[in-house]
């Protein structure tokens, strides 16, 4: 996965597969149906971590592919959802053949792409008239103590930073956008488990590391609304995006 950082970000995350299934937020379900367009019945979870979408989409009755090119993720996943194919590879290099998937989804991943390879290898797996979805969970910020919590976390060249809508060339139709706003109820040591998880976190030397676990300590003591349970209420946005491809026809018309 490309990145201009010397420690591989995008395949970081094996490591801490654990700390990142505890930490890590699920999808709305109300987001997971608007990518699956409700007739979706082969799809591929692309760079699916530890689970996160694999497990809805199978609770959705979808015969779910999973790949993902971590090995600690990999075995994370197999734990956490028992049963799904999962496969090794890449969104450059996907091991499936041609025009044998519904929809290729992508959750929190696609960032970490090179667009100009990635996109003809989803073109090459996809049906006639399938599709990719793309999905973020993004911490609301407008809630002032998540804006600080964002402060702590974000590092300059945090990628998230840039988002927006995603270029997916003339091989996909106009890119269709749905937002969820929603809340994640999480005890403290999942929250702590959320900072330590993020790619720059994994990459810092140990005693920065701790530092920075260190202040989000200090701003998740300082918070005064816990829910009865001691969980605390952490709130998102979660932008979905959708495009279709297109036929071989329009592609070189285009």
């Given at each position: 996965?490309?990145?201009d950082?010397?420690v591989?970000l995008?395949?970081s995350?094996g490591?801490?597969?654990?700390?990142?299934?505890?930490?890590?937020?699920?999808?709305p379900?109300?987001?997971?149906?608007?990518?699956?367009?409700?007739?979706?019945?082969?799809?591929?979870?692309?760079?699916?971590?530890?689970?996160?979408?694999?497990r809805?989409?199978?609770?959705r009755?979808i015969d779910?592919?999973?790949?993902e090119p971590a090995?600690?993720?990999?075995?994370?996943?197999?734990?956490s959802v028992p049963g799904?194919p999962i496969?090794?590879?890449?969104a450059?290099?996907?091991?499936?053949a041609?025009?044998?998937?519904?929809?290729?989804?992508?959750?929190?991943a696609?960032?970490?792409v090179?667009?100009?390879r990635a996109?003809?290898?989803?073109i090459?797996?996809?049906?006639?008239?399938?599709?990719i979805?793309l999905v973020?969970?993004?911490?609301?910020?407008?809630?002032?103590?998540v804006?600080?919590?964002?402060?702590i976390?974000?590092?300059p060249?945090d990628r998230?930073?840039a988002?927006?809508?995603p270029?997916?060339g003339?091989?996909?139709?106009?890119?269709?956008?749905y937002e969820?706003?929603w809340?994640?109820?999480?005890?403290?040591?999942?929250?702590?488990?959320?900072?330590?998880?993020r790619?720059?976190?994994?990459?810092?030397?140990?005693?920065?590391?701790?530092?920075?676990?260190?202040?989000?300590?200090?701003l998740?003591?300082?918070k005064?609304?816990?829910?009865?349970?001691?969980?605390?209420?952490?709130?998102?946005?979660?932008?979905?995006?959708r495009a279709?491809?297109r036929d071989s026809?329009?592609?070189?018309?285009?």
């Amino acid at each position: 996965m490309a990145t201009d950082e010397p420690v591989d970000l995008g395949t970081s995350f094996g490591a801490v597969a654990a700390t990142y299934e505890r930490g890590r937020p699920p999808y709305p379900l109300t987001a997971v149906d608007w990518l699956l367009q409700g007739s979706a019945r082969r799809v591929v979870d692309l760079g699916a971590g530890t689970g996160k979408l694999t497990r809805l989409l199978r609770y959705r009755g979808i015969d779910v592919i999973a790949v993902e090119p971590a090995e600690g993720m990999r075995r994370q996943l197999a734990a956490s959802v028992p049963g799904v194919p999962i496969l090794a590879g890449t969104a450059e290099s996907i091991p499936l053949a041609p025009g044998s998937v519904d929809a290729v989804l992508v959750a929190q991943a696609w960032h970490w792409v090179d667009p100009a390879r990635a996109v003809p290898e989803v073109i090459r797996v996809l049906r006639p008239g399938g599709w990719i979805g793309l999905v973020w969970n993004v911490r609301d910020a407008r809630v002032p103590w998540v804006a600080a919590l964002d402060r702590i976390l974000h590092r300059p060249g945090d990628r998230h930073a840039a988002l927006g809508v995603p270029r997916l060339g003339p091989g996909f139709g106009p890119v269709e956008r749905y937002e969820v706003e929603w809340v994640h109820q999480l005890p403290i040591g999942a929250l702590i488990d959320l900072a330590a998880s993020r790619s720059h976190v994994i990459a810092l030397p140990p005693d920065e590391r701790a530092a920075l676990l260190d202040e989000v300590r200090e701003l998740l003591t300082g918070k005064k609304d816990p829910t009865e349970d001691g969980e605390i209420p952490l709130p998102y946005v979660t932008w979905c995006y959708r495009a279709r491809v297109r036929d071989s026809g329009d592609r070189r018309s285009s």
